[in-house]
């Protein structure tokens, strides 16, 4: 997998301007955490593996240049940050989840000295982002152990390289089918209103010379009726305790035209993105992004002035949809209530 | 209602240009069967009711020029024109409809000399628009009596006054609902990838001051599981005798949905667009379309180059998820093939 999504680069954090693509492959750097929230809060990183570790990277990247000179002023400057990161995007629990794993690595280690905090924090974060590369590898290998030789599979918007720090968690599990020798088709929606799927997925499954198909998010349906698809396997934002997922808009859709049709709906996320804390979807909150995303995003205006829009950038699929979710420790079945409690031990 | 979708105007045929709207109400005139094959085939107009019209007008547009002597000459003509307009779409049966009802009309005057035959083809024709106009207020007044006060509507695509020749089927039964003094909010797909829904019907709701929302196809399923939808309403292109309604791509989604949180679904069409000839849904001719409507549609290109596209215009939703098609002479409810057959006697 040659795309390289985030990396730490000499105190400075780069990423791959994900909003120029597929017409360009642009590198940025972001020197500080302003430009690491932007790039976030605009989609140029995007992805609740990938907002994991910008999480962490973003809090090393401020706290190495901080000041303090004790801990207690050191830590105020840390939450500060974390904040500040934290307030970029709701939904993805990665985030959330990355920063509180730096502020309790910190908190470990308050009797340190500022410089050796500053260098646990920074091991810490590029630990998180090593792991990540190893979830992704594991939930290949757990995943591609479903895909059968010939399978179509669908799936939505990017839960692949580009969401990640290795080749990705759903369409990591193609990959390694792939690997595996299974001739795999991929089906992709073109997820409105950003158009992940046309614009990410498409472009990385091409690179990795995967068989894709791209179609408009309306005519999902339409393959699953005829029998067309064999699989549905999609990313996750947020799962809640009992098994409900969070991950963007049109994913609950697909879950219930997949169950009306007969076809498996999986799930594949990294543990750090089962949040136990909530005990069901309806918990989980949901971003609502800018009306202009759908009437103007495309570059030229679609619809007249003056109509109201609602665009929530996430749904919920309650987990009676869900046949599996993969993680790297194993794929967890239903009850989820019981077995995602057992691999998050 | 000020939308004049199609008029019979000194010898031409004038339309809306409705791929230039919501940005601007252009009309263009059509003064022969290549320019409205062309209008046909790129949708400067569509709709079935709409299609349905330009077939009719689209022959008299040619014959009235015909320099044919004898019935066979001018017939053979005509059937020439016939199958030329009858190749632009196959989908909607409406076109299909009126070319057979001009023919029938031809065959019956046949004894007429040909400047009288070009005189009862041209009635026909305005008959024909006439009578649209007169279903779609039958349409709307059978349908008002479903729609509640303070109901929340969600349609797909375009069944309005930019389908039809007066104020549309589905959107003509909220028109009527309004008239009657109903409170209706109307959640609308933007529906890819052709944007009829965010283009037209947005613009149209908004110029008769109907309280209207655009969001993207896939959020659908979103506001129906929150219990925000009452009732579903679409139009169709074409009804087989067993109820399986073809109509555009995602109605099928939205079907499925509507089922799956007990929402009623409700189809509304001139019985001109029940096609009993045809026993089923899986024997609708489904057009398929440019993949460059996919990617490259909507003024940039959103899809890497190379990659595959399936754009299918229309999808097939079986009978079993209709609450009730809504026709001029009454709402047919299952069992389709009876209720249909005897509203079509």
């Not at 997998?1 to 590198?27: N, R």
């Not at 972001?30 to 992805?47: F, M, N």
């Not at 905090?117 to 990540?132: G, P, S």
């Not at 759908?294 to 109509?307: D, M, Q």
Request: some cysteine.
């Amino acid at each position: 997998m040659s795309v390289k999504t985030i990396e730490w680069i000499e105190g400075k954090i780069k990423i791959i301007d994900q909003t120029k693509l597929p017409g360009e492959l642009k590198y940025i750097y972001c020197k500080d955490v302003r430009d690491l929230r932007e790039a976030i809060s605009s989609l140029r990183i995007r992805g609740a593996p990938a907002l994991g570790i910008a999480g962490a990277l973003g809090v090393i990247l401020e706290m190495q240049k901080s000041s303090a000179r004790n801990y207690p002023d050191f830590k105020r400057e840390m939450e500060k940050v974390s904040n500040y990161l934290g307030s970029s995007r709701p939904t993805a629990v990665n985030l959330f989840w990355s920063l509180k794993r730096m502020s309790e690595c910190a908190e470990r280690n308050r009797d340190k000295s500022i410089e050796e905090i500053k260098e646990v924090l920074k091991k810490e974060a590029l630990q998180i982002m090593e792991e990540d590369k190893w979830c992704n590898r594991q939930i290949g290998k757990e995943g591609a152990s479903l895909i059968e030789d010939k399978d179509s599979i669908l799936t939505h918007c990017n839960a692949g390289a580009l969401a990640t720090a290795d080749y990705g968690t759903a369409l990591g599990i193609i990959y390694k089918a792939k690997e595996e020798g299974k001739r795999i088709k991929v089906y992709v929606d073109e997820t409105r209103p950003l158009l992940q799927g046309a614009r990410l997925t498409s472009w990385e499954l091409l690179q990795e010379g995967i068989d894709v198909t791209l179609i408009c998010d309306n005519m999902a349906g339409e393959l699953m009726q005829k029998g067309v698809i064999d699989k549905v396997l999609v990313g996750a934002d947020r799962v809640a305790a009992n098994g409900d997922v969070a991950n963007k808009i049109g994913t609950y859709t697909l879950a219930v035209l997949a169950k009306e049709n007969k076809i498996p709906f999986y799930v594949a996320c990294p543990l750090s993105t089962v949040d136990l804390s909530i005990s069901n979807g309806r918990e989980i909150p949901i971003e609502e992004r800018s009306p202009k995303e759908i009437t103007e995003g495309l570059g030229k205006r679609i619809a007249p002035s003056g109509v109201k829009v609602y665009n929530p950038a996430f749904d919920i699929t309650p987990a009676r949809y869900i046949t599996g979710i993969i993680t790297e420790r194993g794929i967890c079945r239903p009850p989820y209530e019981k077995s995602l409690k057992n691999l998050k031990k």
